[in-house]
């Protein structure tokens, strides 16, 4: 019916707005409402009375953190100081909460009761959308936290780290996520020795809308957690803090401006679970999002964070929101590179003329003489060993660019680029030349598109043909969409593809599970 097609258009429109500020929600100030005009008025007076004593008391925090744990060696901070030293503890929590209490937090209501370290050693806290939401630890007493191993070097942030004992990860050591999950799931079976250590678990910060995709390192212990929840109810979303939106000081400005900010968080009862929940953590995280979902009454999504690109898994491939290459013919255009040039080089490429490029011949290739916009278009496209890309990637996504060209048309282009002829004069798409066509267009490393390519040829197959992959390109039930709706470009008329909340490829068109025009 027309009313379930329009909730299910603004769900799928939720999903794909998980990681950004939602401009039509999101824009605070400026505009002709009141609240808007609100936040300018008092901003002058505000901010700058508000900032300064929040950063006082801030700074106040750093000796006392620090004298907590000075003099101590390592073998003594292994171990729980929780009770050791509860005076500096006391002094920290209330420096800490009036800290956020100059920052417009003078209310915060709270539902439902905090278990103990001994009922959920563990705290899962959700929808993460700010850097105002560690005011949660303050509620829940000072909990012990997971955090990069960098931070510990950030003046206040790096003493309060280690006052709480916090468990530290780093991004650069291989060995240190092993670590990290051996500590959590000491300290969860410890049996109220060690205080409570809280999660994040989307990861990153989205606008609240939805719920991004759990990671389950909060689950690998297998023991009960206790779910919190997190609602700032203000007229106008100030706090928000996402990967595309407000910067940290628009989101201080208009935070700080309000008289007072709403604050709600809510206890959920202690979630125990199940046997097979315990020996699959991925399991667990999914259950508890759906869970945390329903009682926030938003949807659950498989949005998550890889690197800096927000993505949603379609199959085996994980798919930025959009289309990287996108920036690419923007910064094309805006230096004047003609598209009309691209079908001459793309002959060029077909013809076997042109297949590797350095940096110069690229310049002369596409005719361009800045500096700046010719490093940043190489530097898309993988270097081989002696520092040459290759062209035909190129001409691959200059082509994707044409909003003219259609979904078959640029399908039969990219098998026409990449496949070879084999003894018998039959053309093949090889597994290294899919890896490419993929990797040019969607930004998929080998190891996905591997995968894919393997689902589609079997290896006593000697490669792919045409035909397979006009299949795969426009007719799969699943990766189909790629090509008739993520790779249009903006300016094909057609409507932008929504991610729904599910990526898995069933080989059904059901709701949710591929990306789907409206």
């Avoid at 929600?25 to 808007?36: K, L, N, R, V, Y």
């Avoid at 002959?347 to 002369?364: F, I, K, N, P």
Wanted: charged letters at 20%.
């Amino acid at each position: 019916s027309a009313p379930v097609r329009r909730d299910a258009r603004r769900e799928r429109s939720l999903a794909r707005r998980g990681f950004g500020g939602d401009r039509a929600h999101g824009h605070c100030g400026g505009t002709s409402q009141d609240p808007g005009d609100k936040f300018y008025v008092l901003g002058p007076i505000l901010f700058p009375l508000r900032f300064l004593l929040a950063a006082i008391f801030l700074f106040l925090m750093w000796p006392i953190a620090a004298l907590r744990v000075s003099g101590m060696t390592e073998e003594e901070l292994s171990r729980s100081i929780r009770h050791r030293r509860t005076i500096l503890h006391h002094l920290i929590y209330a420096l800490s909460r009036t800290m956020f209490f100059m920052c417009g937090f003078h209310w915060i209501t709270i539902r439902g009761r905090r278990a103990s370290s001994s009922e959920a050693p563990l705290l899962v806290v959700a929808p993460h959308s700010t850097f105002f939401d560690p005011i949660v630890t303050v509620v829940c007493d000072l909990p012990s936290v997971v955090s990069r191993v960098e931070n510990l070097n950030i003046p206040v942030i790096g003493a309060l780290l280690r006052f709480n004992q916090s468990i530290m990860v780093s991004r650069h050591d291989p060995a240190s996520r092993k670590k990290v999950v051996e500590e959590v799931k000491r300290r969860a079976t410890s049996r109220g020795e060690w205080p409570q250590v809280l999660f994040f678990p989307e990861g990153t910060n989205g606008n609240g809308q939805v719920l991004l995709k759990f990671k389950p390192g909060a689950f690998v212990a297998g023991v009960p957690v206790q779910p919190v929840l997190m609602r700032y109810p203000n007229k106008l979303p100030a706090t928000i803090w996402t990967w595309k939106g407000n910067g940290v000081l628009k989101v201080l400005w208009l935070t700080m401006s309000q008289f007072y900010i709403n604050l709600e968080i809510e206890f959920l009862p202690v979630y125990n679970p199940s046997p097979e929940e315990k020996s699959d953590p991925a399991l667990y995280a999914s259950n508890m999002q759906k869970f945390m979902a329903k009682a926030l009454g938003k949807p659950a999504t498989e949005y998550e964070l890889m690197g800096d690109t927000p993505v949603t898994p379609l199959g085996h491939l994980k798919v930025p929101l959009d289309p990287k290459f996108w920036e690419l013919g923007k910064i094309l255009r805006k230096a004047g590179f003609s598209f009309d040039s691209v079908q001459g080089l793309i002959d060029l490429c077909l013809e076997g003329v042109c297949s590797r490029v350095g940096l110069e011949e690229l310049a002369e290739k596409l005719g361009l003489t800045q500096t700046d916009v010719i490093s940043r278009v190489f530097s898309y496209f993988p270097k081989d060993a002696s520092g040459m890309i290759d062209f035909r990637e190129v001409s691959l996504v200059l082509a994707a660019q044409d909003a003219t060209r259609s979904a078959e048309e640029l399908a039969k282009l990219a098998f026409d680029l990449f496949s070879t002829c084999d003894a018998d004069g039959c053309f093949l798409l090889s597994a290294e030349g899919f890896s490419s066509i993929l990797r040019s267009l969607v930004g998929s490393p080998p190891a996905e598109s591997g995968k894919v390519y393997a689902e589609l040829c079997p290896r006593e197959t000697p490669g792919l043909d045409r035909d397979g992959f006009l299949r795969f390109a426009v007719r799969h039930p699943c990766y189909r969409h790629l090509f008739l709706f993520y790779l249009r470009p903006p300016a094909s008329g057609r409507k932008k593809p929504r991610v729904q909340q599910n990526g898995s490829c069933s080989g059904k068109t059901t709701p949710g599970n591929q990306f789907k025009s409206d």
